[in-house]
């Protein structure tokens, strides 16, 4: 009998056969300025690169993909403040189908658009758990669309789980493997990969101090929800679900929160020394280094930057 | 006997030997969304990735590393408001010298603390040209050390001109190579590499039209310098040299002129899609494709991303 992480990374690798054509394999970057500093060697895998500007459009790709065609024929479904919604709607698009995307009518203006420029079919609701909810029962029902959660879904954590099992291929000699984690699809995906590929890698999730619901459930063992979270790293804002805190629990090695100021610190940092568009939510790992520079010297360091969907006019410096 | 441009390309590829292990071998990249929009495969050589942020650390490296031990004792010296004074800073600090800087008062923020950062010697003038040159005149007379023109130095354009060695090694179907044109260093380095390597390429210019001296001299056969020029490519306010001219004006086949909200709309794009830091420079050879849709279509088009560096504060949108 397979153990539950070989089972689960046969389905990270049966993810990467099925939407490996259709994504990007990213890019990894480096920089002697951000290593001298941080006293690492700190590889950095590019997801803002990827299509959507997001590592979502993995989840969202595996997810679509694995549809029967009776299935994909009634379009599918989501709510989403962002990138999974933008990930859904491209993805239905490749497939020829149509995406239903629930969105709170306050999402930043270059969320709403690329949403729409996919083709998405959009239903804007006030931005409270109820209205979301009330609206996307609704909208399923009209449709007969297949609901895909933004985080808590197998398949979409294997979808996610592709970045790291690219990373490693590329990188082996990772000692230290770093993501950011918000309801923890990326996070779970990254730790199977991470595990089984290399068992002695450390797995560390970054977490904003003001949406700390993940590293409060980690430490506690028990799911813990945020209440009305507060941070700039508006990809981190929802909670562990009862599909990625599991996997985390068992396979994460640890969750270190950062300051606001950090996170804004290490975006900068990110833009200035290495010429790329991150988004707060992907500085939050690096944001942790520059918070500890003894937490970690001599390491090789992998960091998976999660995005570059920013609102230009909206800029934190 | 070796014709002339062959003369040049031998320059290019010792230059080559000369900076390789200390330059970056830039990424090229690619965007479906820039290549949809503008009807071309479109590929982009990213300097902005470059150490300094510039291709101009290829020309310093290259004229740095020429010295004598003996010149290099005195150190080295240059005026520049910009990527070509922390190029040179770099270039000095590698071979152990004292970098000798001329800047103007009115210099970007970003660009002096760059400059000051890789521990050189500044000496800032008032924003003239005759100020300019007498504060030079003074330090050299000072110092001893050598002068590294930005541009008018065939040292500096053979570094310049590995930037399209690489590119066309990388890529051998270019159709079309373009490059931003300023002083002329960067142009007629890469027209020399694309025209030895290709000869059937063309090599096309982009220019502000608030700063065309190239563009009038290129088809007016003679120099006919800039008075007073404006515009947002703060890297491209400077005329072409006697040395540059010349080479431009036999191996490059045009110079486009584009306007400004051409060169920030090109900017945005570039960001947005393809989530890279760009100065408004680089933008310049995608604003003439963005302004001028039907030149090309189907083409193989490479760019030269000149630069990276903006004031983060500072953002024209």
Redesign the interface.
């Known amino acids: 009998m397979m153990s539950e992480l070989k089972t689960y990374y046969k389905s990270v690798c049966d993810a990467d056969e099925r939407i490996k054509s259709f994504i990007h394999q990213t890019?990894v970057?480096s920089s002697s300025a951000i290593n001298k500093i941080t006293g690492n060697k700190i590889f950095f895998k590019?997801e803002?690169?990827q299509k959507v500007?997001a590592f979502k459009f993995r989840g969202a790709c595996n997810a679509v993909f694995s549809l029967s065609n009776k299935e994909l024929a009634k379009g599918v479904a989501t709510h989403s403040s962002g990138n999974h919604a933008a990930a859904i709607a491209l993805a239905a698009r490749i497939k020829g189908t149509k995406a239903h995307i629930v969105m709170p009518d306050n999402s930043p203006e270059?969320k709403k658009k690329a949403v729409a420029g996919y083709g998405a079919n959009i239903t804007y609701c006030p931005p409270t758990l109820e209205a979301r909810e009330s609206t996307m029962a609704r909208v399923l029902e009209q449709t007969g669309a297949s609901f895909i959660h933004p985080y808590n879904s197998l398949q979409v954590i294997c979808g996610q789980g592709t970045a790291a099992k690219e990373f490693l291929t590329e990188i082996p000699d990772l000692d230290i493997l770093m993501a950011p984690v918000g309801g923890g699809g990326l996070l779970s995906g990254t730790a199977i990969s991470s595990k089984a590929i290399k068992p002695g890698i450390k797995v560390i999730a970054g977490e904003p101090k003001g949406a700390d619901d993940a590293r409060k459930s980690f430490k506690a063992g028990k799911l813990i929800p945020s209440v009305s979270p507060q941070t700039i790293a508006d990809g981190l804002l929802t909670s562990l679900g009862d599909i990625t805190f599991p996997i985390i629990l068992k396979y994460v090695d640890d969750i270190i929160t950062v300051k606001e100021k950090s996170i804004i610190e290490a975006m900068?940092f990110v833009?200035?020394r290495?010429?790329?568009?991150?988004e707060p939510s992907s500085a939050v790992p690096l944001a942790i280094l520059l918070e500890n520079p003894d937490l970690f010297q001599n390491k090789n360091i992998g960091i998976i930057l999660s995005g570059?969907n920013v609102d230009?006019?909206n800029?934190p410096?």
Do not use: P
């Open positions: 890019a970057l590019c803002n690169f500007g270059i900068r833009w200035e290495m010429k790329i568009i991150i570059g230009l006019e800029l410096f």
